[in-house]
DNA sequence: CATATTATATGACATTTATCAGTAATTTTC
DNA sequence: GAAAATTACTGATAAATGTCATATAATATG
């Protein structure tokens, strides 16, 4: 089943506005790929001639900064377009993309999301509301990064990472970070974010168990994010 | 002169795609409005109809955070486009917009943007470009924040006002910053701004005179803002 | 399954940054 | 141009965070 237009994705994602013969168009272009956890999709710097679609996964989107530390900047998930920032701006990729859970995912090229901008205008404003979406997302993490401390970025994660990802069968986030991961989205020391963690637990606002992690105090979390 | 075909802004601007006719026909609707300094362009949560385009002057964009500290997020200064997130998302604004200068500018009311982007698919990518380069800027500015020590934003920002802002006839940066406004640039307290920045006349890489600075030692700067 | 490797955890300490208090300088207002 | 208000500065101290060292647990590898 490798057709677009049979494709769920296309019925809630930027792809929403797309004609079935759009679709179908599209079809005869892509190739589905498959990614394994901890595959690399894209590199910061290359050339990419088109974007994923991700049917299924999970994404980190990072980057290197000066000293060496990875830096996540923003996660993707199902239904969500990948690289189309470098596409449409014709650029090179600025962010490395890493699977954190097994993928799977379509190759667009970037023709056809070209063509389908050009033939169809509702097709066009919805790429350019997904940017504008993403650039109001990162302008209020730059502001939470800069004003918050790494406690209250802690409490804001969990509480993204629930809202983003929602619960497992046995209640805990459905997605599993490292402590260095964890560390390298708020911005903050291994050593921090760990010892961070254990005091959470101890406070009885969320419950570990080996890399899971469970939200057991929600408005107290979101209280520490406030700055409580 | 208000006829928006003899303004220079439409040669080097995202307008730069617009034809003579286009622009004519925006010119029919566009108020020309000037701003003084410390005025309010537009306030966080407002919905607006239409954009401006800055001829001349610098702005902030900042946001309040939950504690109430403003953030600035960005500046904007001669040549840029003001608002174009929240008309092309149908969003209301999320920052607010303050002159630092005495502003030129022009308002053009989204009916002319949208319209200009249906008939003239170049300017419409255009504007898709200027989003995308700005979402790269903010996923760059994310990453400093987190990774980067106040010293070193405190450097970045130094070389980042002298590259966009450039100099006075005296070699000062050519913006003025209240040391408040210093503070919340790079995301810090008024008084370690003040620190910072006295440590660094102390140091020889830049001279104050009341609120002007003047960068001394670039190289250092450099240095610094990569962390050594 | 024994060993090597990596991830997690914790303590001790250094450094960075924030906060509070108070003064001096500058700017605004009348 | 004097008084009031704001902004800039400085010191003392507290709090947050980073670094280094080391131990333990978990995972990977042959």
Redesign the pocket.
Known sequence: MSKCEQCIISEFSTLKSLSKDDLKNISYHKDSIDFKKGDVLFSEGTIINGVYCIKEGVCKLSRLSA?GKEQIVRFIKGGDMLGYRSVLSEEPVSLTVTALKDLKACYIPKKEIFDAMKSNAKFSMDMIKTVCHDLKDANMAITNMAQ??????LADTLLFLKETFGLDKDGYLDII???????SVI????????????GF?KKGLIA?D??RVKVLNESELIRISQGF
Chains 1, 2 share one sequence.
């Open positions: 000293n918050k401390s790494v406690k209250e970025r970070l490292t402590r260095e991961e964890f560390s911005g903050t020391a291994t050593e921090s974010a760990i010892r961070l963690l254990s637990k570990l080996g890399k």
